[in-house]
């Protein structure tokens, strides 16, 4: 199995390479040349996984690589009204633990000399790369958060490392991070001592195994009802929405894909208007999902590019930051406790349940993408009562912060 740039521009490389490489020369992102089709079999997530790395150096050790990334659970729960993926119990209690787990597990099988991961984060991705790359041989993480724009525990979930993680609290924005990222990586003097590697959703190895939680829920709800079930998935860069489209494409029993967003809207105004626009970014309460233009729609498009056809399987709903709230205060209700993100994804669920009740709660799969106890500062006031906190979380939360501060400049770093 090869993997090509969504540009069509950069030559046709083997999943390893582009896992090592992040990027495409040509500045596209790297899909599956072709879709396997699933012919009913296992769904175990090594089985779905492994025609992608067939005749890769990879391949032998994908079933090692899957036990060691996939060691918590992701539980399947109904509560009635829907079901409910879980995907927060890993160590840093949101999704992507799943892809950055994974990729530091491959990634550690084809490091040959020395590599340095460079993340810059707005708050969720730099905790769940820290916490997967920690204590990998022959690898240094480096962390760019701006100071004062993660909450307290998101801090904590930066900076508790040490070892080979080094956090840094830059005086600048989001953007200044992002800009420092990409300087070190124009400049040879930081690519000659290390090979410096990127982390975020634009790497198909954080892609790939976020197939799996669709593959077996999809396949096992088939195996018990005959149906398929639909996903509701709070949506941001699109990374988690690419991997169930990747799904249904090798033939998984999957309807509908809904993707809820916070008022950042490409998503649902490429939906509607059939040309890609570009927006600015807006700060809302589910700030894992402010992304003004998501990289992975590029790769959406590569993959339906006619968009009527996109529309037949695919939808999205905006929820602005009044129907968060209202959503979490509701559910608190009923026990339910959703974090922002999350509470898309409910509200879409109401949305849709509104106009067509016919079917069965089991159909319809909401993806809970962040433990509330994630975003206590918001979900606390809601539902006024303190929420448990997962003992993963706990952890990480009673450890020491250890940081240096910086100035915007790469020259700082060094
Ligand atoms: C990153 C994130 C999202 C958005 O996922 P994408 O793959 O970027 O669409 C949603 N919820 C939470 C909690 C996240 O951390």
């Not at 809207?265 to 589910?286: E, F, S, V, W």
């Not at 809970?368 to 979380?393: C, M, N, Q």
Request: proline share 5%.
């Amino acid at each position: 199995m090869k993997f090509i740039s969504t540009r069509g521009q950069s030559p046709a490389v083997s999943a390893s390479e582009a896992i090592m490489a992040g990027l495409a020369p040509d500045g596209g992102l790297y899909v599956p040349e072709s879709f396997p089709v699933w012919n009913g079999g296992d769904f175990d997530a090594a089985s779905i996984l492994s025609p992608f790395f067939k005749g890769d150096v990879l391949e032998s050790h994908l079933s090692s690589i899957c036990n060691q990334a996939f060691n918590f659970k992701i539980p399947l729960k109904n509560n009635g009204d829907f079901s409910v993926l879980e995907l927060f119990h890993g160590p840093t209690a949101a999704f992507k633990d799943v892809g950055a787990r994974f990729l530091s597990e491959c990634q550690s099988h084809l490091v040959k000399n020395h590599q340095t991961v460079m993340v810059a984060t707005s708050g969720d991705t730099g905790g769940a790369v820290a916490a997967a790359f920690y204590g990998k041989p022959n690898t240094d993480v480096i962390i760019l958060f701006p100071k004062g724009m993660v909450s307290d525990r998101q801090k904590k979930q930066l900076t508790c490392w040490g070892g080979n993680v080094k956090a840094y609290s830059v005086r600048g924005t989001f953007d200044d991070c992002q800009r420092m990222v990409k300087e070190a990586f124009a400049d040879p003097r930081w690519n000659s001592e290390t090979s410096l590697t990127s982390a975020n959703s634009i790497n198909v190895g954080r892609l790939l195994p976020q197939m799996t939680y669709y593959a077996r829920v999809a396949a096992e709800h088939f195996q018990n009802t005959g149906r398929k079930c639909n996903f509701i998935i709070p949506s941001g860069n699109l990374g988690n929405a690419v991997a169930a489209l990747w799904a249904k494409r090798m033939g998984l029993p999957i309807d509908q894909i809904v993707m809820s967003t916070n008022s950042n809207q490409a998503i649902g105004d490429y939906l509607k208007t059939g040309t890609r626009n570009t927006h600015k970014t807006i700060a809302t309460l589910a700030n894992a999902m402010d992304v003004g233009n998501p990289s992975n729609l590029e790769r959406a498009i590569h993959l339906i590019p006619v968009i009527d056809e996109f529309r037949k399987i695919a939808s999205s709903i905006s929820v602005t930051d009044d129907e968060i709230t209202a959503t979490i205060s509701k559910w608190a209700t009923k026990g339910e406790i959703w974090c922002p993100h999350t509470a898309t994804a409910v509200f879409a669920w109401e949305q849709i349940n509104r106009s067509s009740s016919s079917k069965e709660s089991s159909d319809w799969v909401v993806a809970a993408t962040a433990h509330p106890a994630k975003f206590e500062t918001i979900v606390e006031p809601l539902i006024g009562k303190k929420i448990d906190v997962p003992d993963s979380l706990n952890s990480i939360l009673s450890k020491e912060s250890i940081y240096q501060e910086i100035n915007a400049n790469l020259s700082d770093l060094i």
